[in-house]
């Protein structure tokens, strides 16, 4: 990947992904009403929002980390 230019993001990108991440959500919704081990084990949700928050942290700072050349 030697001096490829940078493509802008398109509108059209963020929406597809923002969209993914909805529909996501909603299907584990939907399923952990569906299956009772699934239900107990959102009983942790502070546990897995701060993996979430991990998580996104760590993509942010891989996103805007700086390109070496």
Known sequence: ???QPRRPVRD???LVAAA???ACVLIFAWLTGLIPALDD???LAPLIIVGLIVG???VLVVALRPRGS
């Open 41 to 43: 084990a959102v009983g």
């Open 1 to 3: 990947m030697a001096d």
């Open 56 to 58: 996104t942290a760590v």
């Open 12 to 14: 059209r990108e963020v």
């Open 20 to 22: 993914l991440v909805v």
